[in-house]
């Protein structure tokens, strides 16, 4: 991050493994198909405009079938009250598809793709606050993910992002032991908060803060990143890139702009944006999507160009800030 600011990118890479709990059996196919499609113009996206990104990928997608989808399965699995919010519970009852739980050939090419960290979103999804599961189930899921991305791409996971936004502090300790120096915080509002707890009010909150802000500020000082006490540096994030609503131009442009509005302040008060999304959100639209996602790193660019703002995945984010004391940091001890 340097004295400059600095524009962070995370995506949350699941495919069907975010969503089952949600869809059930009724799977729109085309959807994921879409999904699968824009990801490599994303990174088209990316490569042209030097865009560093996270990519936290759940770790079942590593798997190129069944058998080695097997082979990696963690000793000990979550044992939610609610068996519906198991993967394993899920695949039980409704079976696999390639195109739907699995991506190596995918995650390969983001790998290669300059700029791009491979981060982690957990083995199976793992929602860490709800009822049943316990802190050695989790151990073993974040043991899994690093031992499949190790194992077919050489590489150890050093970024998280805890599916559903549900940052279980208690948990950030394991994340540090099994090697995950750096987790995506929730945005700093109210609303973002305990998302384990939804309400109405809070969701229609995050919504209309989408177009006109009703919170505090999404901009993230240097300050407000930070290493949590034995654990990981937690960088928050900013905002929500929501998916492009068909037929409601307003409302497209209204959210776009909001997007383009908080970028500029962040590179003239020198501050940091996250901005995250899901790969999938761009499945209903992919050409609309990949055209408003064009146009954010436009902003970016000639942002880049006036006040010298920096392109930063979470890894590099903080790897940055140790060459320079004066961004506010504190040295991170990273092994």
């Not at 290669?112 to 049943?132: D, N, V, W």
Request: proline share 5%; with cysteine; net charge positive.
């Amino acid at each position: 991050m340097n004295t400059s600011s600095a524009f962070v990118i995370s995506l949350d890479f699941e495919l069907l493994w975010g969503v089952f709990d949600k869809v059930g059996s009724k799977i729109d196919k085309t959807y994921f198909l879409n999904t699968r499609n824009t990801i490599p113009k994303i990174l088209d996206l990316f490569e042209k405009y030097q865009i560093q990104a996270t990519w936290a990928t759940v770790g079942m997608l590593f798997a190129e079938n069944e058998e080695e989808w097997l082979s990696y399965q963690p000793e000990y699995k979550p044992s939610y009250r609610n068996p519906a919010f198991s993967a394993y519970e899920w695949t039980t009852k409704n079976g696999l598809d390639k195109d739907l739980h699995f991506a190596f050939q995918l995650i390969e090419e983001i790998f290669k793709t300059p700029g791009q960290e491979i981060g982690s979103h957990t083995f199976a999804h793992y929602y860490t606050l709800m009822r049943g599961q316990t802190p050695l189930q989790f151990r073993k899921d974040l043991q899994a993910a690093q031992r499949i991305a190790k194992e077919k791409l050489g590489i150890s996971l050093q970024s998280l992002v805890f599916p559903r936004n549900h940052m279980h502090l208690q948990y950030l300790s394991i994340c540090k032991q099994e090697g995950f120096d750096f987790v995506r915080g929730n945005p700093l509002n109210w609303y973002w908060q305990e998302t384990q707890h939804e309400s109405l009010l809070k969701k229609v909150s995050r919504t209309v803060d989408c177009f006109i802000p009703i919170g505090t500020s999404s901009l993230v000082t240097p300050a407000q990143i930070y290493p949590y006490e034995n654990g990981p540096w937690i960088v928050p994030a900013s905002r929500l890139l929501r998916p492009h609503k068909e037929s409601n131009t307003l409302i497209n442009k209204l959210r776009i702009q909001r997007i383009l509005n908080e970028l500029t302040l962040s590179a003239q008060s020198k501050k940091m944006y996250h901005l995250w999304w899901h790969p999938h959100n761009f499945g209903k639209n992919p050409q609309t999507s990949l055209q408003e996602l064009e146009q954010i790193l436009q902003h970016f660019q000639l942002l880049k160009s006036k006040y010298g703002m920096e392109s930063h995945s979470m890894k590099s984010l903080i790897s940055s800030s140790m060459h320079d004391t004066s961004a506010g940091l504190i040295t991170p001890q990273i092994h």
